[in-house]
T-cell receptor, first 119, second 110 residues
Framework: DTGVSQDPRHKITKRGQNVTFRCDPI?????LYWYRQTLGQGPEFLTY????????KSRLLSDRFSAERPKGSFSTLEIQRTEQGDSAMYLC?????????????????FGPGTRLTVL | ELKVEQNPLFLSMQEGKNYTIYCNYS?????LYWYRQDPGKSLESLFV?????AVKQEGRLMASLDTKARLSTLHITAAVHDLSATYFC??????????FGKGTSLLVTP
């Protein structure tokens, strides 16, 4: 399977614990995005990387959240001191990046998501 | 702040009927995407609309974009049960973040 993969698919944790999620984008996709989706809502942008550089962060990304993409391939999203309000589906997406690469500019391909439940 | 509004949010329709889902957005953009999401699943890309007047069709679904009206439509023709899902439109006004609507939950009944 050459799509975007995420691990774990489900995570249940207690309030105050730290959690880390992993995303593997489609091979050779330069851009990687993180979104959060709560029940009954559309995904909301959190942050994105161009290769290993984190270029934008949403104001939704509080200080308890940190994302990395150290080698420009996979990415991790860590949430420290989880709160019940962090319960959501965390989605990762990737694109080739750059107008010259594809006519479907910024068409984002999503992974299966990690569903986080904070008790 | 870019706002993306879909309507209706819930739609129950009989098999064989036609219907249109509307997506309005609040800022200038010529890049709009439609996604499908099944319960508990991730998002599947359906259509990419990159210019005013763009029209794309796939099976019983047809999407169009009017950038002057800031409006996209997703038209369903002769609905079948397999089309039951949640449909999202997403607007790209920044070059990176997609701004999604709340989604239209579609249920096709016999």
């Amino acid at each position: 399977d050459t799509g975007v993969s995420q691990d774990p698919r489900h995570k249940i944790t207690k309030r105050g614990q730290n959690v880390t999620f992993r995303c593997d984008p489609i091979s050779e996709h330069n851009r990687l995005y993180w979104y959060r989706q709560t029940l009954g809502q559309g995904p909301e942008f959190l942050t994105y990387f161009q290769n290993e550089a984190q270029l934008e962060k949403s104001r939704l990304l509080s200080d308890r959240f940190s994302a990395e993409r150290p080698k420009g391939s996979f990415s991790t999203l860590e949430i420290q001191r989880t709160e019940q309000g962090d319960s959501a589906m965390y989605l990762c997406a990737s694109t080739p990046g750059g107008r010259e690469v594809t006519s479907s500019y910024n068409e984002q391909f999503f992974g299966p998501g990690t569903r986080l439940t904070v008790l | 702040e870019l706002k993306v509004e879909q309507n209706p949010l819930f739609l129950s329709m009989q098999e064989g009927k036609n219907y249109t889902i509307y997506c309005n957005y609040s800022t200038t953009s010529d890049r709009l995407y439609w996604y499908r999401q099944d319960p508990g699943k991730s998002l599947e890309s359906l259509f990419v609309l990159l210019s005013n007047g763009a029209v794309k069709q796939e099976g019983r679904l047809m999407a169009s974009l009017d950038t002057k009206a800031r409006l996209s439509t997703l038209h369903i023709t002769a609905a079948v049960h397999d089309l039951s899902a949640t449909y999202f439109c997403a607007v790209d006004a920044s070059g990176y973040a997609l701004n999604f609507g709340k989604g239209t939950s579609l249920l096709v009944t016999p």
